[in-house]
């Protein structure tokens, strides 16, 4: 099935409708934020921009989802998930409009990075109770689709909420008040998603009472071991285990050109701060336009080739182009990049989404995708934190660009080397 006619099934339910909507509104409040975060630490004009604050910035933006990921589900086990979607957003706002406030009286930047990080705590419980209730909203049977298509079209609708951003920056300006315009805007929108959740029953998202269930203190004690013990489940299927690796080397290798692209946007291909965020948000728009090609050409591509082969040609596509397009070092090339890493990495995540859920047994999805979840965003981190201590202070590498491409293409042979030799299925039928 198509991205679109997976879409219009799901969609036929009226409580899933409100759970989407809800998760639209709030990434597309997630977009703006971001924009205004990721404009404040790397392309204010008042400021220096070094590699290391990168990764710090970074650090500060995707840190959260890997440290609280695993303890979360421990309370969304236990509270009113639907009362979780309502009172998150209302806390989130309160954060942010705070923030705002603090950021237009130019504060010291502390105070916005404690700030941002307590917005990203409390949008880590959010998002981890839309995934625990999704299957309260759809029957049993369509669960695959919706976990296919909401993902995505949430990802779809951060980089609507990015442009969004940028738009606002350009009509508030780039200072510490064009900063505080974005962060209350992206406040008041994330408070709307708390609205949608009120019109779902208290009840109807979990989670169903089991007397059994040990106490939260005890279950945060067990998190741990009950991570290694996933792990030890996974390293023992290994389709699953190949395509997080194959995840995790995009992310990595992404974040190295994140790190990479920021830098020579703000002192090589741009003259002032303006126009190196002009430069680097063009890159993020083509990479915007990859992810959606992903969500029609994925589907159709694992139905021809499978997902053993497309997981590792996109990697290997990823690391050629990289290399072939950013070697000239031009703002074009690096604009079409964003386009290939686009398409690659959206793609390489829906086959690991996939191979995760198919692979793994039911009992260990929740710590899997924990897991999951912290190689998805702790990899991406540690490849600015690298970065950092391999790029010049213009941002001009070719080394850089030789060791991403050398990941990818390592990457790919790993994959396949790990895959297991079984009859390859498709991602859909």
Known sequence: MSFVSDLRVV????????????????????????FAVAGFAFFSPEKSTSAVQIAAGLAVLFLPYSILGPFVGVFIDRWSRRQILVIAPLVR???????????????????FYAAALGVLGVNRF????????????????????????????????????IGVGYLLRMIFGTDHR????????????????????????????????????????????????????????????????AAMGAMATHRFMYGMCTAMLVMLSRYYFAENAEDALNAATLVVATSGVG????????????????????????????????LVLGLPFRQWGFAVAGLVLGVAGQSIKICA?????????????????????????????????????????????????????????????VYRAVTPARTREPLSS
Not at 179 to 195: D, E, N, P, Y
Not at 382 to 411: C, E, F
């Open 291 to 322: 992810y959606f090609l992903a969500i029609l050409v994925t589907p159709w591509a694992t139905e021809r080739f499978t997902i053993e082969r497309w997981v590792p040609a996109m990697l290997v596509t990823a690391g050629v182009l990289t």
């Open 353 to 413: 989404d996939t191979a995760v859920q198919r692979d793994v047994e039911d009992a260990y999805l929740g710590r899997a995708f924990s897991i999951y979840d912290m190689l998805f965003n702790g990899t991406y981190v540690l490849a600015a934190a690298v970065a950092a201590m391999l790029l010049p202070a213009d941002g001009k590498s070719t080394v850089v660009l030789a060791v991403i491409t050398a990941g990818y293409l390592a990457g790919a042979l």
């Open 126 to 161: 959010f998002l981890a109770a839309l995934g625990a209730s999704l299957p309260h909203v759809v029957p049993a049977e369509r669960l695959m689709v919706a976990n296919a298509v909401t993902p995505t079209s949430g990802t779809v609708l951060t980089f609507v909420g």
């Open 93 to 111: 706002g309160a954060l942010l409009l705070t923030t705002a406030v603090l950021v237009a009286a130019e504060a010291p930047d502390a105070v």
């Open 11 to 34: 969609l036929e339910g009226r409580d899933f409708r409100r759970l989407y909507g809800t998760r639209l509104v709030s990434q597309f409040s997630d977009g703006i934020f971001q």
């Open 178 to 241: 064009g900063t505080a315009v974005l962060l209350a805007v992206s406040g008041l929108v994330f408070g709307l998603s708390a609205l949608i959740a009120r019109t779902m029953g208290r009840q109807l998202l979990g989670p169903a009472f089991d007397p059994d269930r040990p106490q939260a203190r005890e279950a945060v004690r067990h998190v741990l071991s009950g991570l290694l013990d996933g792990a030890r489940h996974i390293v023992h299927h290994r389709a699953a285990a």
